[in-house]
Nanobody, 122 residues
């Protein structure tokens, strides 16, 4: 079973930074598309960013210029660097992997999900 485990969440003040990590098991099989999503209470899960097998990245407009997605293949780890955090960034953040060869921004196209890590911005 493919497993993804997020870490790095916490409570921070607006304008500060956090970095989230996601360790991905069976990384070699999930390398083609890795992404981050978030879900606030009472809201639908929202696409944040993804990175494909060639290192190309896609960002939601709400985080573009503030967040950076990256990966370290040697460590089988996905990262999300979050800068200039805003109150509206408060949510549970999930990492996800798509088994297919083409990356995507749609939640339904990702097969594997982490348990989530809480980010609270005050």
């Amino acid at each position: 079973q493919v497993q993804l485990v997020e870490s790095g969440g916490g409570s921070v003040q607006a304008g500060t930074s956090l970095i989230l990590s996601c360790v991905v098991s069976e990384y070699a099989y999930m390398r083609h598309c890795l992404g981050w999503f978030r879900q606030a209470p009472g809201k639908e899960r929202e696409f944040i960013a993804n990175i494909d097998g060639g290192g190309r990245t896609t960002y939601a407009d709400s985080v573009k210029g503030r967040f950076t997605i990256s990966k370290d293949n040697a460590k089988s780890t996905l990262y999300l660097q979050m800068n200039s955090l805003k109150h509206e960034d408060t949510a549970i953040y999930y990492c996800a992997a798509r088994a297919g060869d083409i990356c995507a921004v749609y939640e339904t196209l990702y097969s594997y999900w982490g348990q989530g890590t809480q980010v609270t911005v005050s």
